[in-house]
């Protein structure tokens, strides 16, 4: 999961972020992550306005990170695929995909992504369409 849909999953707890935490919760998908995209996540929720955008404290923020990171597999980074991306920041979400060996990438900003995961094998996904496929 790139960073804007668990930032996305804590601003909104009914959104399609949301039912796919709720979803690996269960156990019907799995979450990948590496040590620098979940340090990106702790950096990127922790800012004051996505903390509070969605009404949560400090603690909160933490309590929710931990959960997240705790539900995912972790993935080492055995290759690094860089430079394939225009941003560099999206370089941690797309090596977290390829070296954790993800069918999908789940992200708001598939164009930033373009068709290079599709040459590793992996599928880039809107947050809603990867619900329509784990509830198939």
Known sequence: M???????AMR????????????ARQGRVTLLAS???ALEYEAV?????????????????????????????PVTTHFLW???LRDPGDEMVLE???NG???????????DFGSVPAQFGVEIL???EAMGRIKS
């Not at 960073?3 to 996305?8: M, S």
């Not at 909104?12 to 979803?23: E, H, N, Q, T, V």
């Not at 509070?52 to 309590?63: C, F, I, P, T």
């Not at 060996?101 to 164009?111: E, H, P, Q, S």
């Open 2 to 8: 790139d960073t804007d849909v668990v930032v996305a």
């Open 101 to 111: 060996r993800a069918d999908a990438l789940v992200t708001f900003n598939a164009r």
């Open 35 to 37: 040590m620098p995209l």
């Open 126 to 128: 809107l947050p809603r």
């Open 45 to 73: 929720c922790s800012r004051a306005e996505h903390r509070l955008a969605a009404g949560l404290s400090d603690r909160e923020v933490k309590v929710f990170l931990t959960a997240v990171v705790a539900l995912a597999e």
């Open 12 to 23: 909104s707890p009914r959104g399609a972020s949301a039912a796919i935490l709720r979803a």
């Open 96 to 98: 977290a995909a390829i």
């Open 82 to 84: 860089r430079p394939q």
